[in-house]
């Protein structure tokens, strides 16, 4: 892609506002805290003691929205001291500008490097950065920034206060996680009507699955409908998409597809129930007519062998939907991973699990440890974050420095834009630059006009800040330029009613905000992190982590251990992992201004989607695992091994720009037929995983195809002739 291109392509990005659910009791609530904040501030200290304490209170507000499944007050108490620190150190070395430029230079470093631990951290050692080189210029002695960075700390209490005291839609979030994967299964069911074949994205069931990792004190309050719901639909999927494959299931025509299309509408108006049930916490109330066809007694006349399998435990796993979603479970309250409760009625009973704990999730002080490994970890000069934390203390400690030189005054607008908006990745780092100059012309005319018509006093300027921070809380999820003008009306009403004119700040902030803007796109492009470049990285790990998962899944048709496998769990995670790495990765490599090197968007494409009809294949697989005590498999055992072995070499040789190789695989299945097979789903799928890895090698191929003499391509490989279709037909996406 062209660079003229990709600026176009991150402008319009930067400049765009999407339609979001809002949540105005929460902006109301941040709003409210920093409105007590400020007019303590102002009663008890003044109007430069209430600026900066309302500074703190406004970012405590911010860090409480990032992305945490509920709300944490320890976000909001870090989020303030940390920037009270930032502000004292300041202030102590500010009227020595060397000094002042080691502490800018190494706390911007630190604050780069910080992404390493997750973008929440990032994010707010970043806006602490660039809101410490305000509040600097606003004490007047030591003890005067002690008492600022006293009130900082307040700011931040009474924030994390509010979380506690007033919570909105307590578990509302994992409530819409949770029903938003149930809606997802629900709308899958229907595809598969139609089309058979049909894609799932995993991401609704990775949403709930974070959400669902809690804290040991919340874990004791959780809802109930909201314990093991997920784990069961975990389950269905693997099921849907078995019972609709004409592969493993049932032909594409005929009664047999009939009675699957039913099960599957009679599915969705049961997912569908739950999901409505679980969002608004009501009972369940499933439609007359899913639950004839689920209680239909002559299924075992339609549908025989897998399909009858796969029918029978699709009713038993929607039976357990509704019975979690619909009043407490028995017993300890656990978030099972694994193996569902059975109704008696709906024949054998499934095999039951051990009990598992809940997924917690660390508190504050652990994650400190957590954070600083992490940080240690990506510490090398080819890591994206290093050169995203070096990149940005250049930028920010030459701002200051120009800012300083320039005759404008309020030198500080320049690196505190760039701060701001700079990113680890290209995209991000260039559509925040455009927002921000965009909304910083459009939040100061605003605020212009009404200063100048208004001429708002003390107390007048600091209803509009509040007002303003409000409008930025609720708005703050729709796009980056709503978000930027509601921030450059506030500081400019927060500044004015610490009694500096809006001339003294408006121009400048727009010229310095737009040079900020312009030093981070220049210092991206001069010493970049392109996502391109490791895009066959990223690629190979795909392919290991599927070859692991669809090894784990062959591992148990030759040692049967039933429903419950937690090595299959942990495999199917991880390739979801490298899943989403990958489709991040390729997303910004889209929109990146460098050639592809090896690996061009067609081959990327295509390689993509042979590896997603990898993954599809080993969990259709999954969903017909052999019960404990089955008669197992001994060639499974051979070609698992093969699966591993040969996808370790394969990424290797994706990494060293080489087609892979499947000989092993291939010999595993030999073998195996001349061995005999028990189970026609066994068989096919093997089958249909050797055929995806060589779509993954005609994807990579980019040699030339042999031409006959009359000029045509060659037909010698048949996979490549017949639109990638192997031995066993066309495989499943």
């Known amino acids: 892609m062209t660079w003229l291109r990709a600026l176009k392509l991150t402008a319009r990005s930067g400049l765009s506002v999407e ?9 109301l609530r941040g709003a409210a805290g920093l409105a007590v904040v400020i007019g303590l501030s102002l009663t008890l ?14 970012q405590a507000a911010i860090a409480t929205f990032q992305r945490s499944w509920r709300p944490r007050p320890e976000l909001a108490i870090a989020s303030g001291s940390s920037l009270a620190v930032s502000t004292f150190l300041g202030y102590l070395t500010g009227s020595h500008t060397l000094l002042f430029l080691a502490l800018l230079s190494l706390w911007t470093f630190l604050a780069g490097l910080s992404w390493a631990a997750g973008p929440t951290i ?21 003890a005067a920034a002690a008492g600022h960075a006293a009130m900082m700390v307040v700011g931040g209490a009474v924030q994390a206060a509010l979380v506690i005291l007033f919570p909105v839609r307590r578990w509302g979030a994992q409530r819409d996680a949770l029903a938003d994967a149930l809606a997802a299964e629900a709308d899958y069911a229907r595809r598969l009507r139609h089309d058979p074949l049909a894609d799932f994205d995993p991401e609704p069931l990775m949403a709930a699955r974070d959400a669902a990792t809690i804290t040991p004190r919340q874990a004791r309050t959780r809802p109930a409908e909201l314990h093991g719901a997920r784990g069961i639909a975990e389950r269905i999927r693997p099921v849907l998409a078995s019972l609709a494959d004409p592969a493993v299931g049932v032909p594409e025509e005929g009664p047999e597809r009939d009675r699957v299309r039913e099960l599957l509408n009679a599915a969705a108006a049961v997912l569908d129930a739950a999901a409505r049930a679980i969002r608004h916490g009501e009972p369940v109330r499933i439609p007359p007519a899913a639950l004839a066809t689920l209680k239909t007694p002559d299924t075992e006349a339609i549908l025989t062998g897998p399909a009858d399998r796969a029918a029978t435990r699709l009713a038993a796993l929607l039976r357990d939907v509704v019975e979690t979603a619909g009043k407490p479970p028995e017993g300890p309250r656990t978030d099972p991973e694994d193996g569902p409760r059975a109704d008696p009625e709906s024949g054998p009973r499934p095999e039951q699990p051990p009990p598992h704990t809940p997924l917690l999730r660390p508190t504050l002080p652990a994650l400190i440890p957590a954070a600083l490994r992490a940080m240690r970890a990506d510490l090398r000069h080819e890591s994206p974050v290093t050169r995203h934390a070096i990149r940005v203390t250049a930028v920010a400690a030459a701002g200051y420095l120009l800012g300083t030189w320039l005759p404008f005054g309020h030198g500080y607008w320049a690196p505190m834009a760039s701060v701001m908006v700079m990113r680890p990745d290209f995209s991000q780092t260039y559509s925040r630059a455009v927002a921000r100059f965009g909304g910083t012309l459009v939040g100061v005319a605003l605020a212009t006009g009404l200063v100048q018509l208004a001429h708002p006093g003390t107390g007048l300027s600091a209803i509009l800040a509040v007002l303003c921070a409000g409008m930025m809380y609720l708005l703050m999820r729709t796009g980056q330029m709503a978000a930027q003008a509601c921030v450059a009306a506030y500081v400019v009403f927060l500044l004015g009613m610490g009694g500096e004119q809006w001339t003294q700040t408006v121009p400048e902030r727009v010229v310095l905000t737009l040079m900020g803007g312009v030093l981070a796109m220049i210092a991206y492009a001069v010493y970049p992190a392109w996502e391109t470049p490791r895009l066959r990285t990223r690629l190979a790990d795909w392919l290991i982590a599927d070859g692991r998962y669809a090894a784990a899944v062959v591992g148990h048709y030759a040692d049967p251990a039933g429903k419950s496998c937690p090595d299959v769990r942990e495999a199917l995670l991880a390739a979801r992992d490298a899943r989403i790495a990958w489709l991040e990765a390729s997303d910004r490599a889209k929109i990146e201004p460098v050639r592809h090197r090896g690996l061009s968007r067609a081959a990327a494409t295509d390689a993509e989607e042979a590896l997603a009809q990898l993954g599809r294949v080993a969990m259709l697989m999954e969903a017909h695992l052999p019960e404990r005590g089955a008669t197992p498999v001994p060639a499974a055992a051979r070609l698992a091994k093969a699966l591993r ?14 087609v892979p190789k499947w000989e092993a695989v291939r010999t595993a299945l030999e073998e195996w037929d001349g061995e005999g097979v028990p189970d026609r789903v066994v068989r096919r799928g093997a089958g249909l995983l050797l055929t995806t890895l060589e779509e993954v090698s005609d994807a990579l191929d980019t040699s030339p195809a042999p031409m006959l003499v009359d000029g045509s391509e060659s037909a010698s490989d048949p996979s490549k002739s017949s639109g990638r279709q192997g031995p066993e037909g066309p495989a499943a996406r």
Request: glycine letters at 6%; charged letters at 20%; aromatic letters at 6%.
């Open 19 to 27: 339609r979001k659910r809002l949540e105005p009791l929460i902006a």
């Open 45 to 58: 200290f003044g109007p430069a003691v209430a600026a900066s304490s309302a500074f703190g209170a406004y």
């Open 122 to 142: 990032g994010l707010i050692a970043s806006s602490n950065v660039a809101i410490m080189l305000v509040t600097v210029t606003l004490p007047t002695s030591v």
């Open 645 to 658: 072995k040969s996808t370790e070499q394969g990424a290797k040789a994706v990494r060293e720009r080489r």
